[in-house]
């Protein structure tokens, strides 16, 4: 099997719920593990982890265990522990922890900690294997409000043929999300605030007879409960994606529009990669990510731009096991942070380079 078969499969799987991984006690357990292992160096700012010096920046590692107790139940449980740059220690999470049960196809409910569905990376965030990039894109999915990766509540999901090889999977959810970086007052721009809101959102993805294509139009809106500057924040989010896998071709592009009482922000990026031979595969993505914040200071503004141009190389051992060197250029320092964070802001250097070298694995 080729490296590309393996990803078209796995994201299937991933994306359907399905058991996959480490099968145990006559297939009602199963374990998933994925890994990850980077080091790069940053001119100008530090950027996804970098700095000035060589050295370690990104390692994780994610235990995923699902169980199959009885019939028609699921229950699904993801640890992650990472570690972002040498001065940082391992910090444990638990990214899911749901039940399903499946009346059908059609119709599956989940409780518990739940992935959020929107987008095309969201139920693989932690999958190195099933992207071209060491990271994902940042203006969606990095310390944005917008890529969320869990919501605690309730949802509803399913898949619906809807005339010959065409297919809708929809989602439908409520709870709890904790949002990562509203740009507010409250907060600022450290990419560091987070604070539990309520959710109500959903998805719907048309699968085509093309194989390995699909279109995703996703959305949430939220209400802090808490109290800022005297009104409760309520903030949208509405986004279209598309992504194709194919045999040697993969292409993902997404536009996110994130819509709130203290600042608005759009967010996109296309991304594509190609393999030149079974092991071999070059990519290439721009991003774009811009806020708007009422009353933030002209001067300042460079804090809530982001535009990046990454292209890579990439050798795949198996489908499972990859080596990763990715070029990034970056304008804006919205996720490029300075050094030294007593930096005035007039003195910001708006450009930043950054070279990372990774490894990721998934069983």
């Not at 980077?38 to 050295?55: E, M, P, R």
């Not at 409000?145 to 929809?170: A, C, P, Q």
């Not at 093309?210 to 809106?221: Q, W």
């Not at 060197?325 to 003195?347: E, K, M, Q, Y």
Request: glycine share 12%; net charge neutral.
């Amino acid at each position: 099997m080729s490296a590309v078969r393996g990803l078209v499969l796995c994201t299937a799987l991933f994306a359907a719920g399905a058991a996959s991984g480490m099968p145990l006690e006559d297939g009602k357990f199963f374990i998933n593990g994925y890994g990850r292992l980077a080091t790069g160096k940053s001119w100008g700012n530090n950027y996804l982890g970098t700095n000035q010096d060589v050295g370690l920046h990104d390692m994780g590692s994610t235990l995923m265990f699902r169980a199959l107790p009885v019939e028609r139940l699921t229950l699904n449980t993801q640890f992650s522990f990472e570690k972002i740059s040498t001065s940082a220690d391992f910090k444990p999470s638990v990214d899911y922890a749901f039940a399903e049960w499946a009346f059908s196809d059609k119709l599956r409910l989940r409780a518990g900690r739940n992935q959020l569905p929107l987008g095309l990376y969201s139920e693989i965030y932690d999958v190195g294997t099933l992207r071209p990039f060491n990271q994902l894109p940042q203006g969606t999915y990095g310390g944005t409000s917008i890529g969320v990766e869990n919501y605690d509540g309730v949802g509803l999901t399913g898949r619906v043929s809807v005339t010959g090889e065409w297919m809708v999977e929809y989602d439908a959810y409520g709870g709890f999300l904790d949002l990562k970086d509203p740009l507010s007052a409250a907060c600022g721009t450290s990419g560091q605030c987070e604070r539990p809101a309520q959710v109500l959102g959903g998805r719907l993805s048309l699968w085509t007879p093309v194989e390995g294509l699909r279109f995703t139009t996703s959305g949430y809106a939220s209400r802090d409960p808490e109290k800022l500057q005297g009104e409760h924040q309520v903030r949208g989010v509405v986004g279209l994606g598309a992504e194709y896998l194919g045999e040697s071709f993969w292409a993902r592009a997404e536009f996110f529009n994130l819509f709130s009482e203290a600042a608005d922000t759009r967010a996109g990026y296309l991304e594509l990669a190609y393999f030149l031979t079974q092991h071999w595969q070059v990519a290439g993505r721009l991003e774009s990510s811009r806020s708007w914040l009422p009353g933030f200071p002209a001067s300042a503004l460079t804090l809530l731009r982001h535009r990046e141009a990454a292209v890579g190389v990439n050798f795949w051992v198996t489908p499972q096991f990859v080596f990763k060197l990715s070029f990034h250029n970056v304008i804006g320092n919205r996720f490029a942070r300075p050094a030294d964070p007593a930096t005035p802001i007039a003195s910001l250097e708006p450009h930043t380079r950054t070279v990372s070298l990774g490894t990721q694995f998934s069983f």
